[in-house]
């Protein structure tokens, strides 16, 4: 099933060092390679090799659609999406029939806001394959994205009876009735995905969302807590996750800092929003700790500056 593409946090982390990645496996192609290599080089997320390689079979081959449909792969990886477009439409100018590249350009398009082409080249693999779960999820998404909420749902649960162990039709079943008001039919939705996927963070993230919504505070807490027990935590979420709760419930918002914190002590991000919050909690001594360490492993982030004059203040509230 197709990854849900809506961007359901809204990453103001974004400029802040997050520390403790890294950096994906690099391996020198050969001057030329082939389509496995190439392959092999995006698996391991190597996907600038992985470029060099497509690029030396299209310069061979120009015929070569999958060799263009891999180019799409690697600029959007690389963060270019004006010329994954590019490549994605030389792949299916060259083989219509490579519903892979319908499928990444249509969702491309989604993600760019262009609704009208996404719903074009995802009908066209909803057409190639009436019976595929992820036709329907995907072609759902896209309606949902053009407003026509019970078309989506229409194709959400036909993807759900394609794929009754696919927890995302139930996740999109959630966000159309989240999106209608109907709140307590949206916690049903993200609860049966849940059970279907656990280890989900945004599905737990946007259920704890619509709990805050419902004034629910405790119970929210609770279900955005539950991201500390997964067995991978997910730092970004769980700082995002933090951030939405603080105005709500400062110690459930410190338990999911200092939990990211406990995952990574170099993830720089909860650090700065942990001191935040103990700054505004007036616990001058341990916000200033946590601004010190941001400092130590994010000297050069944008959000550096605030940091040192609110290290300052903290300090100038401890005499």
């Known amino acids: ?139 759902g998404l896209v309606q949902e994205a053009m407003g026509n909420l019970d078309k989506a749902g229409e194709h959400y649960k036909k993807a759900m009876s394609l794929d009754p162990e696919d927890a995302s039709p139930l996740f999109g079943l959630g966000d159309l009735e989240r999106s209608r008001g109907n709140l307590q039919a949206a916690i049903g939705w993200y609860e049966k995905a849940r059970a279907l996927n656990p280890e989900e963070a945004e599905l737990v993230f946007v259920e704890g969302q619509t709990l805050l919504e419902m004034k629910k505070p405790e119970k929210a807490c609770d279900t955005l807590s539950s991201l500390l027990d997964m067995s991978r935590v997910d730092l970004v979420v769980v700082s995002e996750a933090g951030k939405l709760i603080a105005k709500e419930d400062a110690a459930c918002a410190i338990k999911l800092y200092e939990g990211a914190i406990a995952a990574d002590d170099t993830f720089a991000a909860a650090h700065f929003y942990l001191a935040n919050t103990l700054a505004r909690e007036k616990k001058f001594k341990d916000a200033k700790a946590h601004y010190a360490r941001f400092l130590e492993l994010a000297p050069d982030d944008p959000a550096a500056g605030s940091a040192r004059k609110r290290l300052a203040a903290c300090e100038a509230a401890m005499k």
Not at 11 to 19: D, E, H, K, P, V
Not at 59 to 74: C, I, R, W
Not at 109 to 127: C, Q
């Open 1 to 139: 099933m197709t990854v849900r593409l809506f961007i359901i946090l809204q990453l103001a982390w974004c400029g802040l060092s997050c520390g403790g990645s890294k950096a994906p496996e690099t391996t020198t192609p050969r001057e030329t390679g082939t389509i496995a290599e190439g392959e092999m080089l995006i698996e391991k997320g190597d996907f600038e090799g992985a470029a060099a390689v497509f690029k030396a079979i299209a310069a061979k081959s120009p015929d070569n659609a999958k060799a263009q449909f891999y180019l799409g792969v690697t600029e959007k990886n690389l963060g270019n999406p004006d010329a994954a477009v590019s490549h994605y439409e030389s792949a299916i100018h060259l083989d219509g029939q490579l519903m892979d590249a319908h499928i990444n350009l249509g969702l491309l398009l989604l993600d760019k806001g262009d609704l009208e082409r996404a719903e074009s080249e995802l009908g066209v693999y909803l057409e190639a394959s009436p019976d595929a779960s992820d036709a329907h999820f995907n072609y």
